[in-house]
């Protein structure tokens, strides 16, 4: 969380001085903007500092960045540590984050229960039994729940299986793209490797492609 405290206070001061040092802006424009960007990194680094997992005898509360959740104990299925799909693409990012999942399907982060704040074996062990003793004796799992959970954990990881073939294939495409300018092909081949075929055909038909395949086996696996 300091972390990204600091980059929102740096990056502010940094936007501001090169607006307000810029010679070509008009002050309709660049008061406006200052005000707006103040005002967005003013609510993000207070929505920030907000944010909170707690825990009773009847719930668990969740207060994100724009709503707060409430979980009572009976309506919980499942709590999982997971691993946290954005740390690939950032290298101070949570390893390892929790989530809680409700009786709608919904899977809800519990902010600061990562690795990066605390043990998350241990907070996970004491957030189980709490569960296990508060939601009743009578408690069982709701299957409906059970199967939204599965197929919303399918699209997730449809999507990013998608994004991951959309990087991959970006540098074989543009060498496809670029084989007509070293390789003698027939017009209507060389017509189809344009840049706008190929990137603007290829990529989207990469992403659906994997995305659909991954999720069907998915759902499939069960």
Request: net charge neutral; aromatic share 8%; with cysteine.
């Amino acid at each position: 969380m300091r972390l990204f405290l600091w980059v929102i206070a740096v990056g502010t001061v940094s936007m501001l001085g090169a607006v307000l040092t810029a010679d070509d802006l008009p002050a309709s424009v660049t008061y406006p903007f200052v005000i707006a960007w103040v005002a967005l990194m003013g609510w993000l680094f207070y929505a920030t500092l907000h944010c909170s997992t707690t825990a009773d005898i009847k719930s668990i509360r969740v207060r994100g960045m724009v709503r707060r959740r409430r979980l009572a104990w009976e309506d919980i299925q499942d709590i999982r540590a997971e691993a946290n799909p954005a740390a690939a693409m950032q290298s101070h990012a949570a390893q390892v984050i929790v989530h809680a999942y409700g009786r709608d399907g919904s899977k809800v982060l519990l902010p600061f229960l990562d690795d990066l704040h605390v043990n998350v074996e241990r907070e996970l062990g004491v957030l189980l039994e709490a569960w296990e003793e508060l939601r009743g004796a009578d408690w069982a799992p709701d299957p409906d729940a059970a199967v939204l959970i599965d197929r919303r954990n399918a699209r997730q990881a449809a999507m990013t299986a998608g994004f991951v073939a959309l990087m991959l294939s970006f540098i074989p495409l543009t060498v496809l793209m670029l084989l007509p300018l070293f390789v003698d092909m027939p017009g209507w081949l060389e017509s189809t490797l344009q840049p706008l075929t190929v990137m603007g055909v290829g990529l989207p038909l990469i992403f659906a492609l994997t995305a659909v395949t991954s999720y069907r086996a998915r759902v499939r696996n069960g």
